[in-house]
């Protein structure tokens, strides 16, 4: 599958695959790997020279060392030589999963970083990208993805939607849209991308925010090659003002490659418990993968609900400060059956006034992020 990690093991050792492979997260490979892995003695003498002509190549993929505990003698040199991530044996399937995510997505952004350079010397413009996730279904991330897409594009900026939600995502539902083309079109098709590419490939809403909607087919998320939604990113950031780009309900690599390479994270959640315990592993997971976001907000959707928490309980059990709150409003549904965002179809609504006053928030801090 696609969307699994695909890890290479540098030694045959059947137990340490069967670990990775549990963690749902990997798929061991001989060929094509993202994520190299190493075992060594923590009293070695040194990185073994296959390690060092790997970690020679910027492009390649990300190196992982493995340990039974702290190395005395080439620890330094790991560092230096710019391995992605070393690990202490032993560890639970899922924290061996994480982190050849985490080893991936650092090798990613030190790729994405080179990439950007020469373009922001240049004095291209660079996007501010919005990433909007929740590990919980039916948090209303798409509706709120979708509107504060359109939010930043009536304030006068050229923004862009991305779908993210590759299994069955729903921003084009929500617009209203019919697009010839999706996120899959756009990764296979043939050449390199760039902005003018990018163009031909987007759909353009009536407010003036260009979609990039996911793919049609539940199936067709197999076929998204993660690999290329990296200079997708890199490309958009040049390309526009505002990127927003909604998610699946899940740390998938997609997600995860979102998320790195994000600027500004709201975290979706509601007033009832199942909710906010997702939110709580969220943020758990956040921290433990020590994905470098620069601004994270809370958002707590349908708050106010008579349901026995408010927002005090759930500051308190997340301990984390609530940053928007979005009332229940019944003009939301209605606009999403008209396939309107709510702050086109109902403007004067109380949740279309919350959205404009979301987006003037984040809007307020991007330049003191950059």
């Known amino acids: 599958m696609n969307n699994l990690i695909r890890v290479s093991l540098q030694g045959d050792d059947a137990a340490l695959r069967d670990l990775f492979e549990r963690s749902g997260m990997v798929e061991i490979v001989d060929t094509a ?3 190299l892995v190493w075992s060594l003695p923590h009293d070695a003498d040194g990185l073994p020279a296959e390690m060092r002509i790997a970690l020679a190549d910027t492009h390649g993929p990300a190196i992982v060392a493995l340990t039974d505990s702290h190395p005395s003698r080439w620890f330094d040199e790991a560092l230096a030589l710019g391995v992605d991530e070393i ?11 994480m982190a050849a995510a985490k080893a991936r997505a650092m090798r990613s952004r030190r790729a994405s970083m080179a990439a950007m350079a020469p373009a922001s010397a240049k004095g291209h413009r660079s996007a501010h990208i919005f990433t909007v996730f929740s590990t919980k279904g039916g948090s209303g991330k798409t509706v709120i993805a979708t509107n504060l897409a359109v939010c ?3 304030q006068g900026k050229r923004t862009l939607l991305i779908d993210f939600d590759l299994h ?3 921003d084009a539902l929500v617009l209203g849209l019919s697009p010839r083309w999706t996120i899959l079109d756009l990764v296979q098709s043939p050449g390199d991308l ?9 759909t353009r809403h009536s407010s003036g925010v260009d979609l ?9 998320e197999e076929l998204v090659d993660v690999d290329r939604l990296e200079p997708l990113l890199a490309v958009a950031r040049q390309s526009y003002d505002a990127v927003v ?10 997600v995860l490659l979102a998320i790195d390479h994000t600027d500004s994270l709201v975290l979706v959640g509601a007033s009832d418990v199942p909710t906010i315990k997702s939110l709580k592993i969220a943020l758990e997971t956040l921290e433990l993968l020590e994905m470098d976001v620069k601004d994270v907000r809370i958002l707590m959707n349908r708050s106010g609900a008579r349901v026995g928490l408010d927002d005090r309980d759930v500051e308190r059990t997340l301990r984390r400060e609530i940053t ?6 019944k003009a939301i549904p209605i606009s999403v059956n008209r396939g309107q965002p709510v702050v086109i179809d109902a403007p004067k609504s109380r949740v279309a006034k919350s959205f404009y006053d979301m987006a003037r928030s984040l809007d307020a801090v991007v330049g003191s992020l950059r």
């Not at 690990?87 to 999963?97: F, H, I, M, T, W």
């Not at 760039?194 to 987007?202: P, R």
Request: zero cysteines.
């Open 168 to 170: 069955s995502g729903d």
């Open 324 to 329: 928007y709150t979005l009332a229940s409003d």
């Open 245 to 254: 780009i909604d998610t699946s309900s899940q740390f998938a690599p997609a």
């Open 87 to 97: 690990v202490y044996l032993p560890q639970e399937p899922q924290s061996l999963g």
């Open 33 to 35: 790997p993202e994520v």
């Open 212 to 220: 990039l909607p996911a793919p049609t087919r539940p199936d067709e």
């Open 194 to 202: 760039d902005g003018e590419k990018l163009a031909g490939f987007v």
């Open 152 to 154: 930043f594009a009536r």
